[in-house]
């Protein structure tokens, strides 16, 4: 029976006309349903992609960058930078080490440099970009690490610090491929000497601290070179006898006849020479804050007079200390301050 049959009873009509109505009734609701079905399917698709777009981005810049870093080991030829899912409305602004390298229609920033020389070294990449989704100027900076290597079968290794140090014995162990006897080496700004087997010393001179270049020959044939970074020995450390300063005992501090410098903290021994200094003594017998002026490290002439006035109680204050270092330069070290007990 369709929906406009006839029927000739009126009881009969009246059940048709309300099938009829409750039909017309349920074809409006599943229409409803079905229009926000579809509404809210295609309101969530537009959010998911969105937040897919964004999300492809940021993963495009992290994977971009990685591949950049990975890419670098070894020697370096070129560096590249560029934006995942890339998208003209993102405006990609992409520097390296400060330069402003264009974006090609890949969302691609493309540049090359010299690579330095060899070891260890890093440049930073700043990525400015519009995010899609917010609306938002956003910026990601990376710092990307990469290695140049050395010449095949060269290695030149600082066997106490990856640093020379100006004015001291720096001692290098340097491998060619070959036997020692056939490898020498030069040191730009400095000395380098052959020891024993493959231990080499390198000497660098006054004045010639920022980066030297250790070149590695063999049989007279350059086949490698290596950049150190060079630097000043640290500041020497002065002592009178063990002790730094605070409360000695009095028959100690006299013993010890003289201030030293030390340096501390290294694993260079290098020796430091006490050129003067002056010491003053504080407490009832010394009236008037008069400083002795001492020459040499050892206290003499007024300055030993002074000590042997010391006393359970006095003080001691030693101070404008100079020293020169086996660089040749001549520094002030700290003050030093003592109480005797």
Do not use: C
Not at 151 to 163: C, L, R, T, Y
């Amino acid at each position: 029976m369709g929906l406009f049959d006839w029927f000739s009873g009126s009881d009969e009509a009246e059940e048709a006309a309300a099938k009829n109505a409750a039909l017309y009734n349920q074809y409006g609701i599943n229409t409803g349903n079905l229009y926000n079905q579809y509404k809210t399917d295609a309101t969530g698709a537009l959010t998911g992609a969105k937040t897919a777009a964004v999300g492809a981005l940021g993963t495009g810049l992290t994977n971009t960058l990685g591949a950049l870093n990975t890419g670098l080991e070894g020697s370096l030829a070129a560096g590249r930078a560029g934006v995942g899912a890339f998208n003209a409305a993102a405006k990609p602004v992409i520097t390296i080490d400060g330069r402003n390298i264009p974006v090609n229609e890949h969302g691609v920033a493309e540049t090359k440099f010299a690579a330095g020389g060899s070891g260890a070294h890093a440049f930073t990449v700043n990525i400015s970009y519009v995010d899609p989704g917010t609306g938002e100027n956003k910026t990601i900076a990376k710092k990307v690490d990469y290695t140049v290597g050395q010449a095949s079968g060269v290695a030149v290794m600082a066997d106490k610090m990856n640093v020379l140090y100006i004015g001291v014995d720096n001692p290098l162990t340097i491998t060619a491929g070959a036997g020692s006897e056939k490898v020498s080496a030069s040191l730009t700004g400095g000395s380098i000497s052959h020891g024993s087997g493959n231990h080499f010393i390198a000497k660098p001179g006054a004045g010639t601290g920022g980066e030297q270049t250790v070149t590695v020959m063999v049989e007279g044939k350059p086949a490698g070179k290596v950049t150190f970074r060079v630097k000043n020995l640290p500041p020497a450390t002065g002592y009178v006898g063990t002790s730094g300063g605070g409360l000695i005992p009095s028959a100690t501090f006299k013993a010890m006849g003289g201030v030293r410098a030390v340096l501390e903290n290294s694993e260079f021994s290098a020796d430091y020479e006490v050129l003067s200094y002056t010491i003053a003594g504080m407490g009832p017998e010394f009236p008037d804050y008069i400083a002795q002026q001492n020459n040499g490290p050892r206290w003499s002439g007024n300055a030993a007079t002074l000590v042997s006035k010391l006393k359970p109680g006095s003080g001691a204050y030693i101070d404008n200390i100079k020293a020169r270092g086996p660089d040749g330069r001549v520094i002030t070290l700290k003050p030093l301050s003592f109480i005797l007990r």
